[in-house]
């Protein structure tokens, strides 16, 4: 990539407070938010207090094997995108033939320390392997598909990864479609391709275009903001615009950047900065980090004061790791951090900028503690949990479930995250006593005190349906324009004998609600927790034989699918 320069001076304002590193573990309990005095919390706390993310590109390497690294990455962070581990070339590099590791390990790293993951990305000129590039048209078409379903679907039940940059950089700087193997062997209609190809292997994940070059308004930027209108317009699922921000103090700072967000967010995209980094020519000096700090705070106020901004992600956050050397010779030193993991003025400009007295002060308030779990549907392997909800100052987050083993004795261990007040657990010995205890988390990452605790056994077994014999399939299609959805469930038994009088239970995620009546089954939701229990035509369903019933329902911006299904407290194979 080759970012060409830009004329303007840029402004030039001291900001030579320096901070401390900050290097909270935080590895798989949440923190317990405490003292010292809020101005000193991480990024991530007054980001989410501002409602936004912050968050980082990360290596697999550093992540495998410097614990330097990760501590940063998981106190400063509730975002992260992998730089390079989900690209074409590491998820698919021969024909059919998959590695997810790296992906796999970025994911794992973020779902321990409750960072939202954005996939990078799907359809890109760069990175892709040889084999693709000399494909015939058809075939390629063929293999874009076969890519973006298996590594979507792959990840379109983790909770965790919610957003994926479907294409990458399609522009050339003057606003032309750039003339790659994709648009050279498929025209531009492999773009709405792309995005229709992913939505279909995840409903609900966020659709990204992302580009650089296009921070300001210019005629790349305005090219891009064309395509996303006119895509839209066509009913092409594209949901959100990423602005790379790939800057250099010496070009000045992007015009119109405000501006530029907001034409975007009037088409009724979301928008973010994915890739932020701001490098300067080498050596480093107090002025030029200065000039730094100065773009990077512009940035993040920029971010805040639009209100379709997601957040800002980082490209890297150290400057140990950075492809900007690699690339821009005698330049680099553009992140935040140091090689040695010491805090820059950058640091303190973005935090400040999160935390500048204009919002609301930093969440450092708990949850309240929630109401003792009570057990239901129990049976010689599952039941269903569900407690009085607690109430937060900026918003429950989610629960986390602990379970113990035994009438007394043992440890607790976290057995289910679920983001509302109700859990189904599955897997449980026959005739066995286990005790629970739930506890609340917000955004901020404030954990509440821990519930009393419930004490349940399961039944002796020999009776019901075991394990998996029945499977859940569950689509959801929400509506445009207005906060509903309709959901549709095909029930069927795999199991080898009837299943009759049969009900299905699962747990609605957090601000869905169903609008009774539904159809072709009674309804019923009790806090997130619902029913659905069958009518006299379809009560008993032969080995092999399925119902499809369904329901519309509400949604407060969220349409992600319940994942846990039971019928008489087994858990169901959900596909
Ligand atoms: O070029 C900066 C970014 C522009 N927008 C899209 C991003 O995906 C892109 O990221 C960079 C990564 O930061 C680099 O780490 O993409 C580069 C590839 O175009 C990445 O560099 C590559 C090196 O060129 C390879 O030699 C290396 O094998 O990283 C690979 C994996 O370490």
């Known amino acids: 990539m080759i970012i060409p320069a830009r004329g303007a ?63 940063v990455a998981a106190s400063e962070f509730n975002q992260v995108t ?13 024909d059919g033939n998959y590695t997810f590791s790296g992906a796999d390990q970025v994911v794992a790293f973020a779902t321990a320390n409750n960072q939202q993951v954005h996939g990078h990305t799907l359809v890109w000129h760069s990175q892709t392997p040889g084999w693709v590039q000399g494909l015939s048209a058809s075939a390629m078409r063929t293999a874009m598909q076969d890519h973006i379903a298996t590594v979507v679907g792959r990840y379109a039940n983790n909770a965790s990864l919610v957003s994926w940059d479907v294409v990458n950089e399609v ?50 930027s305005t090219a891009m903001y064309n395509l996303v209108r006119q895509l839209r317009a066509d009913g092409v699922p594209v949901d959100c615009v ?39 020519q080498m050596p ?4 030029k980090d200065a ?107 989610g629960y986390d479930v602990l379970r113990a083993t035994g009438a007394s004795g043992g440890s607790f261990a976290v057995v289910g995250t679920p983001s509302s007040a109700s859990f189904v657990d599955s897997g449980l010995a026959a005739s066995t006593t286990y005790r629970y205890q739930v506890r609340a988390r917000d955004a901020a990452g404030n954990v509440s005190s821990l519930s009393s605790v419930a004490s349940v056994t399961t039944t002796a077994g020999g009776g019901g349906p075991g394990p998996s014999s029945c499977r859940v399939a ?38 869905q609600a169903i609008t009774p009546p539904g159809w072709s089954a009674t309804w019923s939701q009790s806090g997130q ?16 034989g399925s119902t499809t019933i369904g329901f519309n329902g509400t949604h407060t911006g969220g349409t992600s699918e319940p994942t846990t299904f039971t019928v008489g407290g087994s858990s169901c194979t959900v596909v």
């Open 291 to 397: 000039t730094q700090a100065t773009y990077y705070r512009n940035v993040v106020q920029g971010c805040l004061a639009v209100t379709a901004c997601a957040g800002v992600t980082i490209w890297g956050f150290t400057d140990k790791y950075s492809w900007v050397p690699d690339v821009f010779s005698g330049e680099g030193a553009a992140l935040p951090w140091d090689a040695n993991y010491s805090t820059k003025p950058a640091y303190t400009a973005i935090h400040d900028a999160l935390d500048d007295g204009s919002g609301p002060a930093p969440d450092t308030t708990p949850p309240t503690t929630p109401g003792t779990p009570a057990a239901s549907g129990v049976t010689s392997s599952g039941l269903s949990l569900s407690w009085t909800a607690s109430s937060d100052a900026v918003g429950v987050a």
């Open 242 to 280: 990423g602005f790379q921000g790939h800057l250099a103090i010496q070009y000045g700072f992007p015009s119109q950047f405000r501006e530029n967000l907001d034409r975007f967010a009037a088409l009724g995209v979301q928008v973010r900065i994915t890739e932020l980094d701001i490098r300067m």
């Open 171 to 220: 522009f050339e700087e003057n606003g032309n479609l750039r003339s790659s193997f994709w648009y050279n062997t498929l025209g531009s209609s492999y773009i709405a391709d792309a995005f229709r190809y992913a939505r279909a292997a995840d409903s609900n994940a966020r659709l990204c275009i992302n580009d650089y070059n296009v921070e300001g308004i210019n005629a790349k």
């Open 82 to 94: 992998a730089e390079n581990a989900m690209k074409w070339e590491s998820t698919e590099p021969s």
């Open 529 to 544: 927790a619902v029913t659905a229990t069958p009518l006299s035509w379809n009560s008993t369903l032969a080995p092999g």
């Open 9 to 71: 001076r840029p402004e030039r304002t001291a900001v030579l407070a320096v901070v401390a590193a900050l290097a909270v573990p935080l590895v798989v309990a949440p923190i317990v938010a405490a003292p010292p005095a809020a101005a000193d919390a991480p990024l991530r706390v007054h980001a989410a207090a501002r409602g936004k993310f912050i968050g980082y590109a990360a290596g697999t390497s550093p992540l495998a094997n410097e614990a330097a690294y990760r501590s």
């Open 284 to 287: 480093r000096d107090s002025t």
């Open 474 to 511: 569950y689509t959801i299609s929400p509506w445009g324009g207005s906060p509903g959805f309709t959901a549709g469930l095909v029930l069927t038994n795999t199991g080898t004998s009837s299943l009759s009088g049969w009900t299905l239970a699962f747990s609605l995620p957090s601000g």
